[in-house]
């Protein structure tokens, strides 16, 4: 067996580098926290019909608006990712069935989790979709 020497210095100074270098790695792999969020949609507030909505098909988003105010819904489907159609009293995605009520929970399936909720702001007589 070969013995290896290894004084307490060095052993001090090799974890003092493992620690550091792993430091400095979680920091230059995780997400920043304060990047700035892009307008993905915006409209006049006359714009969006009462119990209606207004949809961006480039954007894949719908404003909606009903007695509680406005709100956006993603239109990509949770199941495959298809870009869902809004009809007065549902919507659904034309590729494999899946129905969500005006909020976005399912309805019927395949798929299993609602259509994503987006941030909305109101800027003066402007509603604003932010991603």
């Known amino acids: 067996m070969e013995i290896f020497s290894q004084s307490r210095r060095t052993f001090i100074t090799t974890?003092?580098?493992?620690?550091?270098?792993?430091?400095?790695?979680?920091?230059?792999?995780?997400?920043?926290?304060?990047?700035?969020?892009?307008?993905l949609a915006s409209a006049a507030l006359a714009d969006v019909p009462a119990n209606g909505a207004l949809v961006f098909r480039n954007e894949r988003v719908a404003i909606l608006k009903d007695d509680s105010g406005y709100y956006a819904l993603s239109l990509i489907c949770t199941h495959l990712g298809c870009t869902v159609t809004v009809t007065p009293e549902m919507l659904s995605c034309p590729c494999h069935g899946s129905r969500f009520d005006r909020q976005g929970r399912v309805?019927?399936?395949?798929?299993?989790?609602?259509?994503?909720?987006?941030?909305v702001e109101l800027r003066g007589q402007e509603v604003v979709v932010l991603g």
């Open 15 to 39: 974890l003092t580098l493992l620690l550091a270098s792993g430091g400095l790695l979680v920091r230059y792999l995780t997400p920043r926290s304060n990047v700035r969020r892009r307008v």
């Open 107 to 119: 309805l019927t399936g395949p798929a299993e989790r609602a259509l994503e909720r987006m941030d």
